[in-house]
């Protein structure tokens, strides 16, 4: 699906290339979080876009993001560093260190996913340790509300250096698998694990890769009950990958760049499906909108600088880090005409009025908005 509206809602220069997430962190709202060097930074919304809630410098490169970890109602921000995995909350408006994991000299934790990979009702950590050409494994064990501790369960050894790590959810009763891209020093591949009782079972796996893998993620790209895989690769191409008895490469994109280092995959505001987004070191935006059948992309925006990482927030938000500093919030949506930011006073009633339409077709077009609850600074898509 084309796009309709395209619109910048937001940029800060940070000090470095930029690594981003969301999640919520402080309380209701969706917070912003980014990495930029030894930094690591928490924004929250607010009439003016986002403002700096805290920073914290870690005192050692950031080398991977991610948002999750749930407590009682907050997410946590886990970092992956030279030789540790680290767990930073928010408390009374500081970041704090909460965990961090065995130092593993060496290590460079350059990839960090999160996802309950044994249906234990917790989120694991998957940790790609590219010095020690293995993932790590870390479960929580905290007991007392609001604790965090993470303990190694496992560690895999790897055919090479990974490089990358994402976790496929699929249907029914299944456990999801965690892939990893690894290189070797003349190939790529991919492999895939599965949580059992005994340890990790290999699963479905490819070997001799076309390119590098230079990004990979997961998403319900081919609108099926599992989700599929989709990397970018070193030579400026996107393939989307089925999951199922063996790993298949089912369509392989038009080259959108010298390389594609940043991929990501979500909902949109106003979409009901998923986008797969790429970016490119040209500093392009190119959208694949599920089901992803066509090599070309439905979309091609330019953000005008080099793309280093994307996250698509549950609000429908792309954040986007670059390679020279900044830090931008994008609002890119098929269905919306035109974007009103939340103000004091403001009603989904009166917002409606003032663009002539209705409250039902603001939140059909919104996703996660409750009708009897909008935040000032919340940018909702008009249809």
């Known amino acids: 699906m084309p796009l309709s509206l395209t619109r910048l809602l937001w940029s800060r220069e940070l000090d470095g290339p930029v690594l981003v997430n969301w999640g919520v962190i402080t309380g209701e709202r969706t917070n912003l979080v980014a990495t930029s060097g030894t930094n ?8 003016d876009g986002y403002s700096l809630s805290a920073a914290l410098d870690i005192g050692t490169e950031v080398l991977s993001l991610a948002v999750g970890l749930p407590g009682p109602a907050l997410d946590h921000i886990v970092v992956g560093l030279e030789d540790r995995v680290a767990v930073y909350g928010s408390r009374e408006g500081t970041l704090l260190l909460l965990a961090e994991t065995a130092p593993e000299s060496g290590a460079r934790y350059v ?22 050409n293995a993932l790590y494994f870390y479960r929580q064990t905290g007991q007392a509300p609001g604790e965090v501790r993470l303990d190694l369960l496992a560690i895999r050894a790897l055919p090479g250096a990974p490089q990358k790590v994402a976790v496929v959810m699929r249907s029914g009763d299944l456990l999801p698998l965690t892939a990893a891209a690894y290189s070797t020093d003349g190939s790529s591949g991919i492999i895939t694990l599965i949580f059992t009782e005994r340890g990790f079972a290999e699963g479905p796996a490819q070997e001799n890769l076309s390119a590098r893998v230079a990004s990979l993620t997961a998403g319900n790209l081919r609108e099926r009950l599992d989700e599929q895989l989709a990397w970018g690769g070193q030579d400026g191409f996107v393939r989307v990958v089925e999951v199922n008895q063996e790993l298949n490469t089912v369509l392989t994109t038009d080259n959108l ?12 505001v106003g979409d009901g499906f998923e986008t797969l987004v790429a970016g490119t070191p040209e500093g392009y935006l190119f959208g694949f909108s599920a089901p992803v059948q066509s090599t070309s992309p439905d979309w091609a925006l ?10 698509v927030s549950s609000e429908g938000l792309l954040g986007l ?3 020279d500093g900044w830090l931008q919030v994008w609002l890119l949506s098929g269905r919306g005409k035109s974007v009103h930011a939340v103000v004091p006073g403001d009603t989904l009633t009166s917002i409606a009025r003032n663009y002539n339409t209705t409250m039902e077709a603001i939140i059909e077009l919104n996703s996660g908005l409750n009708p009897d609850l909008i935040f000032v600074g919340r940018y909702l898509a008009i249809p």
Do not use: C, K
Request: proline share 4%.
């Open 321 to 323: 880090g670059t390679r």
């Open 302 to 311: 330019q953000a005008g600088r080099s793309v280093n990482d994307l996250e």
């Open 111 to 132: 990839d960090v996913a999160l996802a309950d990979i044994d249906n234990d009702g917790r989120e694991e950590v998957i940790a790609a340790a590219e010095g020690r």
């Open 257 to 268: 760049g010298s390389s594609v280092p940043a991929l990501t995959a979500g909902r949109l």
């Open 40 to 47: 690591l930074f928490l924004f929250s919304p607010s009439e």
